[in-house]
């Protein structure tokens, strides 16, 4: 018995090595993109405990769209830009449908009109940039309706910010951004007072490839000034002054995606720390993306497309955001 157990110890110990060596020989011929991205991993990726990860590839501008719910976070997008099977994994979706509210807490610009379509067409109460405040009466200015003043005007006088400005199911965009005087961004100020009003709320983080949103952010009624002047709230980077020349093109577009970049670790950072809020990660420029939102939230994928092409004079003071 003693030589056959011995006989089939080698055998093990030599599969082992075989196994050890083929992995070995794939990482060292896999793909620059694949083998650059750190921690990730090719297929839908399970990662307990750590949500702060590496999402983004810098030579092939690729974004992971993710959620993360109660510690867990799962890929369903590989680094090399190719679609997953998207269908939710057993254990998320024992977590499903994910809780109510859901606030949008990425930068504008990044497709809130989509968003807020798709939401509202799925049946949740939704709103854009402007909320019910219950803080005026009906005679209130234009700028009180903006949610963004809305929250911070309830959140100075001690009151609930998201039932104060509307309770709504779906909030898809806080921000408001006129200076000097009103740059509000509660995704980056506020999260604590609408995490403690709202513990379980499910935070949505919108994102797309960095160049396009500065050129979108840049040609939407000079949206990129108007972030220069709101720099440093919420112990976000202090950004480079307004440049003029042509010559400074370069360093105030790193400027504008350093802060968004800021923005998007925080905001993972804030739900490692408050692991009771679910957080989804999405690009919403990749053609995958309705079928993972509709997974997600048990609706359908025709609810999502390209809103917004077309804007208002209404939307001219507000960061109205939207993909070009």
């Not at 082992?16 to 750190?38: D, K, Q, Y």
């Not at 790193?254 to 739900?271: G, L």
């Not at 359908?300 to 804007?311: L, R």
């Amino acid at each position: 018995m003693s030589e056959v157990a011995s006989k089939m110890s080698k055998m093990q110990t030599s599969i082992i090595t075989i196994v050890v060596l083929s992995v070995l020989l794939l990482v060292a011929n896999a793909p620059a993109a694949l083998r650059t991205v750190g921690n990730l991993q090719h297929g839908l990726a399970l990662r307990k405990r750590n949500p702060v990860v590496v999402e983004w590839d810098i030579q092939n501008e690729l974004i992971v769209p993710r959620v993360v719910v109660e510690g867990v976070s799962y890929a369903l997008k590989d680094v090399t830009g190719n679609n997953t099977n998207i269908s939710i994994p057993k254990k998320l979706s024992k977590s499903l449908p994910l809780p109510k509210p859901v606030i949008v807490v990425g930068m504008p610009k990044t497709g809130t009109t989509t968003i807020k379509s798709f939401f509202q067409q799925a049946g949740y109460r939704s709103s854009h940039w402007r909320c019910q405040s219950q803080l005026t009466d009906h005679n209130e200015t234009a700028e009180e309706e903006f949610c963004g003043t809305c929250i911070r005007n309830a959140i100075n006088q001690s009151l609930p910010p998201l039932q104060t400005c509307g309770g709504y199911d779906m909030w898809a965009q806080l921000d408001f951004t006129l200076p000097p005087d009103n740059c509000i961004f509660p995704q980056v100020i506020y999260l604590e007072e609408i995490h403690q009003e709202s513990p379980r709320a499910t935070f949505l983080l919108n994102r797309r490839n960095m160049s396009h949103w500065f050129h979108s952010v840049d040609n939407f009624h000079h949206l990129g000034k108007r972030l220069i002047q709101c720099q440093g709230q919420g112990g976000t980077p202090m950004l480079v002054p307004a440049f003029e020349g042509p010559e400074d093109k370069d360093a105030y577009q790193d400027a504008i995606v350093a802060w968004n970049q800021h923005h998007v670790q925080a905001v993972r950072e804030f739900v490692h720390r408050h692991p009771s809020h679910a957080l989804i990660e999405i690009d919403i420029e990749d053609p995958g993306t309705a079928e993972y939102m509709a997974s997600l939230f048990q609706t359908t994928a025709e609810f999502w497309g390209h809103k917004n092409q077309h804007k208002s004079v209404e939307d001219t003071n507000a960061t109205e955001a939207e993909s070009n």
